[in-house]
């Protein structure tokens, strides 16, 4: 397994990965990034400064990935986590965890000193490695993220 940062030719296979694992759990519908249009131009998008996005593969096989935005709105300070997706039969193995580990250390590294997310309570896996990985639950939305359909939120104090 090697975890490396985007690249433009990812763009394609990485939307498929995302989608999949969204119609896997039963929550592929507007309101999350199945219909955010940037998920199809992820390495565009990664090129905004404060952003990285890492793609774990297996081979030449694109099983996951997850990254950091400085989404528009959010406090002083703070970036989103974001796009965390890992393909069914590569879960459970630590792979989920490198790949936030990689994003989380970025972060740090940028300057950050704290995180955000947006998740839906389908996503249960992910929730779980979210908690154990330091973040706590909050009320309410932060930032423009457009995701009006997530039902979770949570941040994650870095220093």
């Given at each position: 397994?090697?975890?490396?940062?985007?690249?433009?030719?990812?763009?394609?296979?990485?939307?498929?990965?995302?989608?999949?694992?969204?119609?896997?759990?039963?929550?592929?519908?507007?309101?999350?990034?199945?219909?955010?249009?940037?998920t199809d131009?992820?390495?565009?998008?990664?090129?905004?400064?404060?952003?990285?996005?890492?793609?774990?593969?297996?081979?030449?096989?694109?099983?996951?990935?997850?990254?950091?935005?400085?989404?528009?709105?959010?406090?002083?300070?703070?970036?989103?986590l974001v796009?965390?997706?890992?393909?069914?039969?590569?879960?459970?193995?630590?792979?989920?965890?490198?790949?936030?580990?990689?994003?989380?250390?970025?972060?740090?590294?940028?300057?950050?000193?704290?995180?955000?997310?947006?998740?839906?309570?389908?996503?249960?896996?992910?929730?779980?490695?979210?908690?154990?990985?330091?973040?706590k639950m909050?009320?309410?939305?932060?930032?423009?993220?457009?995701?009006?359909?997530?039902?979770?939120?949570?941040?994650?104090?870095?220093?």
């Amino acid at each position: 397994m090697q975890i490396r940062q985007i690249k433009q030719e990812d763009n394609a296979e990485l939307a498929g990965v995302i989608r999949n694992i969204l119609e896997e759990h039963g929550v592929a519908r507007p309101g999350t990034v199945y219909t955010d249009p940037t998920t199809d131009a992820l390495f565009e998008l990664f090129q905004e400064q404060g952003s990285m996005y890492f793609v774990a593969m297996d081979g030449d096989k694109i099983v996951g990935g997850c990254g950091i935005y400085p989404t528009s709105g959010l406090p002083e300070g703070m970036s989103e986590l974001v796009k965390l997706y890992l393909h069914q039969e590569h879960r459970g193995k630590g792979i989920g965890k490198k790949l936030m580990q990689e994003s989380i250390d970025f972060a740090k590294n940028y300057g950050y000193d704290s995180l955000y997310l947006e998740t839906l309570d389908e996503l249960s896996d992910a929730i779980q490695l979210y908690y154990k990985l330091g973040f706590k639950m909050i009320e309410g939305a932060l930032g423009n993220t457009g995701h009006f359909a997530c039902n979770i939120r949570m941040v994650k104090k870095l220093f």
